[in-house]
């Protein structure tokens, strides 16, 4: 796309004073938000690197680090001594395994609309394996939330999320109300706990029957299965998700970084 025009990118990204590393992921935002969208098709070329930090108005190394970013996502083909290309094959939603953050919040912010279906809130005893992740005495039970993520009326997400129980307003009456949009914000609003940080597990799986006809999927399609326990500020566990992505719809990357000369 060497005629893309990229004054409305500027637009978006500049702001008088800001540190670079902030810079940088605005941009990267900026582009990947441009691909989503199809504003730079699947396939097209970037205009020369010189030209295109102009036009946005940053630094050649800015918008080579930016670049770095989204190449590492899978978003942008960097080939030496041709060009830089958007992929030919992008994911509608892209996460961050640094970032802990609302599916509602990353679906929105890639222009699609958040919903879900076959919502069910139970309390149940936990098996074992959960009441473990979650440091439950015997005898405690949990809220299960089941449910299938849509993504603009696509599932892809196939959701089992247990919630640790607890007085009011922590209570399974109150859960009961959660009405299948963020569980972040509901746990934040209704029952008051704020989460610090979580720890997750992947797995590579392959759909069953079952699982392949809830996702629209073919037996087999490989799936993302994530186990992810979440605490609260004193430490403790309060929610532990497993959750079963479709790999066409969702793709999660991690920066890592080198080890030091």
């Not at 441009?34 to 108005?57: D, H, V």
Request: hydrophobic residues 40%; glycine residues 8%; proline residues 4%.
């Amino acid at each position: 796309m060497d005629e893309t025009d990229f004054t409305s990118l500027n637009e978006k990204i500049w702001t008088t004073g800001m540190h670079r590393e902030d810079l940088v992921q605005r941009v990267a935002n900026a582009m990947r938000e441009q691909i989503f969208s199809g504003q730079l098709a699947a396939g097209s070329k970037l205009i020369p690197e010189a030209e295109l930090a102009r036009q946005i108005g940053i630094s050649r190394p800015s918008l080579r680090e930016a670049i770095r970013i989204l190449a590492r996502e899978g978003l942008i083909s960097v080939k030496h001594g041709v060009g830089t290309f958007v992929s030919k094959e992008t994911k509608p939603l892209l996460g961050s395994l640094e970032l802990m953050r609302s599916m509602v919040d990353m679906i929105k912010q890639a222009g699609g609309e958040p919903a879900c279906s076959d919502l069910s809130i139970t309390r149940i005893d936990p098996p074992v394996a959960v009441a473990q992740e979650l440091e439950l005495a015997r005898n405690e039970t949990v809220g299960l939330i089941s449910r299938v993520r849509l993504f603009n009326n696509t599932p892809f997400v196939v959701a089992r999320e247990y919630v640790v129980l607890g007085a009011e307003p922590r209570s399974f009456e109150t859960l009961s109300r959660f009405g299948g949009t963020s569980l972040y914000e509901f746990l934040r609003q209704e029952f008051g706990l704020a989460i610090s940080h979580s720890k997750a597990r992947l797995t590579a799986v392959a759909s069953d029957a079952a699982m392949a006809k809830v996702l629209n999927l073919k037996k087999g399609a490989p799936l993302l299965l994530m186990h992810e326990t979440h605490y609260g500020f004193d430490g403790k566990p309060v929610l532990l998700a497993v959750n079963c992505h479709n790999t066409e719809v969702i793709e999660f990357t991690s920066m890592r970084s080198g080890m030091p000369l």
